[in-house]
């Protein structure tokens, strides 16, 4: 069962998606949702690597500049967050902030936080939890060409 947290993200998720211990989260995916043409959940899977929270009311992310997620956010901006791992599971619910930043084969767009719900399991499924989210092999280096690239898409 979800509850609302508001329309911020809380201070432990800010640190998590603050790229700060970007080490930690690397081969983690996170699915981002957006609306397509025909109104049907769009999924994508992002990294760690690929998104950035520069504060408790904005995400960045950096995606492919000819994706589907980018067509769907520049024409219906709704897009959601999922973050399902065995010590979190949140919904953020997000709409994107004018048009994107290009940099090279990427488009970087700035999520508002529109609402976070926290998921926990109710009454009857007590003891039911996540035991492990999505993970991706191999590892990106850090220091290729594409994070780097990724990572100034973020903080440029």
């Known amino acids: 069962m979800s509850r609302s947290l508001g329309a911020a993200l809380p201070a432990a998720l800010v640190e998590r998606l603050s790229q700060r211990e970007l080490g930690r989260y690397l081969g983690r995916a996170l699915p981002l949702l957006t609306v397509d043409e025909r109104g049907q959940p ?5 990294s760690y690597l690929e998104l950035l929270a520069v504060s408790a009311t904005v995400i960045r992310v950096a995606i492919g500049a000819r994706s589907g997620t980018r067509r769907n956010l520049e024409a219906r901006g709704a897009a959601t967050l999922l973050v399902v791992e065995p010590d979190v599971t949140t919904y953020i619910k997000c709409r994107a ?14 999520l508002i936080v529109e609402d976070v719900l926290e998921d926990e399991a109710a009454e009857g499924e007590a003891g039911a939890r996540i035991t492990g989210g999505l993970t991706y092999t191999p590892v990106p280096a850090l220091d290729s060409d594409w994070a780097r690239a990724v990572l100034a898409a973020l903080r440029d």
């Open 42 to 46: 769009h999924p994508m899977l992002l």
């Open 97 to 110: 902030a004018g048009a994107p930043r290009l940099s090279g084969d990427l488009a970087r767009f700035e």
